[in-house]
């Protein structure tokens, strides 16, 4: 069974710092692209990176260009998102996302980690 | 504002057709496949559709997809209460080198 685990959210001061961690099982996590989706309160989803099988390529929207980095350390099976000088337009669950490269869709998700941005 | 524009909601009745659009451009659904979402309340979003009009297993014929052009749609027929969710379109968009989004459409189950 395929299942991606995040954590690492919470309550961070804007300016502040987080780490976030997916942890994956179920299939090869080193065959498949990854992405990070995001979704404010009541608000849409919002695609913010993603990393190629080795780590090689990565993409991300431009409101996170600069702050954010993906990574991935495949022997452990696991996708991070580190987040630098969080905005409180940040505030959102935060949910890793397995890409199908074959037939080009986020074709499981996790249950996502919510990180609140606020004084 | 979003890439993709979807209608911000849609309704019916049970055992009606529905049906909601999502239009794109050139870069997004017009080169690539478009993926439909169902996000019910609380929960992640699950894959409905991927490449336009593919199920995954599991998820009812009831539901089905299609591309035209810049646009494409979900139809769900024979609607049940349990279909009452949020559904969104997306695609990979060539020229920005992104996954983008439809706003997401909230379907109400009268």
């Known amino acids: 069974e395929v299942q991606l685990v995040e954590s690492g959210g919470g309550l961070v001061q804007p300016g502040g710092s987080l780490r976030l961690s997916c942890v994956v099982s179920?299939?090869?996590?080193?065959?498949?692209?990854m992405s990070w989706v995001r979704q404010a309160p009541g608000r849409g989803l919002e695609w913010v990176a993603n990393i190629k099988q080795d780590g090689s390529d990565k993409y991300y929207v431009d409101s996170v260009k600069g702050r954010f980095t993906i990574s991935r350390d495949n022997a452990k099976n696991s996708l991070y998102l580190q987040m630098n000088s969080l905005r409180a337009e940040d505030t959102a669950v935060y949910y890793c996302?397995?890409?199908?490269?074959?037939?080009?869709?986020?074709?499981?998700w996790g249950q996502g980690t919510l990180v609140t941005v606020s004084s | 504002q979003s890439v993709l524009t979807q209608p911000p909601s849609a309704s019916g009745t049970p055992g009606q057709r529905v049906t909601i659009s999502c239009s794109g451009s050139r870069s997004n659904i017009g080169r690539n496949t478009v993926n439909w979402y169902q996000q019910l309340p609380g929960t992640a979003p699950k894959l409905l559709i991927y490449?336009?009009?593919q199920r995954p297993s599991g998820v009812p014929d009831r539901f089905s997809g299609s591309k035209s052009g810049t646009s494409a749609s979900l139809a769900i027929s024979g609607l049940q209460s349990e279909d009452e969710a949020d559904y969104y379109c997306?695609?990979?968009?060539?020229?920005?080198?992104?996954?983008?989004f439809g706003g997401g459409t909230k379907l109400t189950v009268l």
């Open positions: 490449r336009n009009n």
């Open positions: 996302a397995r890409e199908e490269s074959g037939y080009r869709a986020l074709d499981y």
């Open positions: 997306a695609a990979w968009d060539d020229s920005l080198n992104v996954w983008v």
């Open positions: 179920g299939f090869t996590f080193s065959d498949y692209w």
